[in-house]
């Protein structure tokens, strides 16, 4: 298995493309902690489930925009696992509207969850990571980083952070025995894309090589990737998983 007895910590794990990571590692032998914000039913179901398989799964409630959270976390981790082998930054949150509708509020709670902790959960677990035999960072961005789209001047700005953010620690952290990459899902089919109306839907997959939506395995198929020794000589990279709506010139 590519991630057997590998300590993973998975931040916003209870549905969609977090979900489908946790499922993926779980099935590759990975010892999983996954955090929940509110919905502690699903997350709990998820734990149910997988651990009845045989798989090693833990949840814990945590807000990664709250220091406090990241700080105990750390605690956490160390209680559960001892140590840790492998992050994955895919928390995030949306507060769609137009930049001229959009309350500073709106801009503050995006860039705090999908920027701002990003930044504070992975300075918290440096040290532990460290510790690691080999470690691994795996930040979730966006296309909407990459591209940009309107009605998400503060979600692009966030997740278009992630990617230089994914940089610049990929640099610092290469001396150190851990790659730090990014992923950069396209279109993808969640609970949030069900709510999209249909004309959008199919204005987006105009744009789309592949005429599909992406699926949360097909995130969690890169994930592992990057979290397996096969993606040992990567780092600084996004990886773009988008149905080829993104090509680079």
Known sequence: MLLDQKRVLITGGSRGIGKAIVERFAEEGAHVL??????????????????????????????VSQQEDCQALVKHVQDTFGGLDILV???????????LRMSLDQFDDVVNTNLRG????????LK????????????????????GNAGQTNYSAAKAGVIGLTKALARELGGRNINV?????????????DKVPQEIIEQALSQIPLKRM???????????FLASNQSDYM????????????MPS
């Open 89 to 99: 930054n895919n928390a995030g949150i949306t507060r769609d509207t137009l930049m």
């Open 128 to 147: 532990p990571l460290l510790k690691s035999e080999k470690g691994k960072i795996i930040n979730i961005s966006s296309v909407s980083g990459i591209l």
């Open 181 to 193: 990459n990014a992923i950069a899902p396209g279109f993808t089919k969640t609970e949030m894309t």
């Open 34 to 63: 996954f955090t929940y914000k509110s919905n502690m039913a699903s997350a709990l179901d998820i734990v149910e489930i997988l651990s009845a398989k045989g798989y090693h799964v833990h949840t814990v409630k945590a807000d």
């Open 235 to 246: 780092t600084g990279q996004t990886l773009v998983v988008d149905g080829g709506m993104v």
């Open 214 to 224: 992406g699926d949360v395995k097909d995130i969690a198929n890169a994930a592992l």
């Open 118 to 125: 990003v930044w504070m959960l992975t300075q918290a677990l």
